[in-house]
C-alpha cells in the first residue's frame, strides 16, 4: 500500500491519502483518544505518541500532533498504524458510531434559509476543505448569525477566521441577504 502524505494549511495537521475508500459516506472526527471508542483505526493511531487528533474522510486521514512533536519523526509510525489497520481487515468505523458527520442533509423542519444556508455549504465550501484535510458543518442559524463547527485540520487552523470571516461569510452574505455573520462553534 502506498500512503501519500500532504501539507494542511494547519502546519499541526497532516493528511494521509491511503489510495483506498476511508469511508463511504460524511466523515469522522476523533479530536482527543477516549473519542476514539467507535474507531479501530483511530484507536490504533492514538497509540502513535504524538497524536493528538484524528479526522476521517471519505478518502483520507488527517492527523493533529501535540505541538511538542515533530512530523519528522512522528510520519513513520503514523503510516506504519494506517497500513496495519487496513492489513488488519478491521472496519475504519464500527457500527452506529457516535462520531460521525454526514453532509448537512435537509430536516424537513428546517426553513428555507437554513436549507440555502445547508446547500452552500454542501455544495460550495465542504469539497474544497476537504482538500485541505477538514470539514465544516452546520451547527445553527439565529438572528442573522450561522454558527459553524470547524472539524480535522480547520480546528485550531491559524488560517480558519480568515476562511470563515473572508470566505464563507462573505458567499453567504452575497446569496442569503438574511445572513448577518459567520460563527465559529465554541467546543
Wanted: net charge negative; charged share 25%.
Amino acid at each position: 500500500m502506498f500512503i501519500q502524505t500532504q501539507d494542511t494549511p494547519n502546519p499541526a495537521t497532516l493528511k494521509f491519502i491511503p489510495g483506498v475508500p476511508v469511508l463511504e459516506q460524511g466523515t469522522a472526527d476523533f479530536p482527543a483518544a477516549d473519542s476514539a471508542g467507535s474507531s479501530p483505526m483511530a484507536r490504533r493511531l492514538f497509540q502513535v505518541d504524538g497524536v493528538a487528533g484524528v479526522f476521517l474522510g471519505g478518502d483520507f486521514i488527517a492527523v493533529t500532533k501535540v505541538d511538542e512533536m515533530d512530523w519528522f519523526a512522528l510520519k513513520p509510525s503514523i503510516l506504519a498504524g494506517i497500513m496495519e489497520h487496513f492489513a488488519s481487515g478491521l472496519p475504519v468505523i464500527e457500527d452506529n458510531a457516535g462520531n460521525m458527520t454526514d453532509a448537512n442533509t435537509d430536516d424537513d423542519e428546517d426553513d428555507d434559509t437554513v436549507k440555502q444556508i445547508k446547500h452552500l455549504l454542501d455544495t460550495r465550501v465542504r469539497p474544497a476543505v476537504a482538500m485541505d484535510g477538514g470539514d465544516i458543518v452546520f451547527q445553527d442559524f439565529d438572528d442573522g448569525v450561522v454558527t459553524l463547527q470547524m472539524r480535522g485540520a480547520c480546528q485550531g487552523c491559524p488560517s480558519s477566521t480568515a476562511t470563515l470571516k473572508m470566505g464563507i461569510e462573505n458567499m453567504l452574505k452575497h446569496y442569503i441577504p438574511q445572513v448577518r455573520e459567520v460563527r465559529a462553534a465554541d467546543f
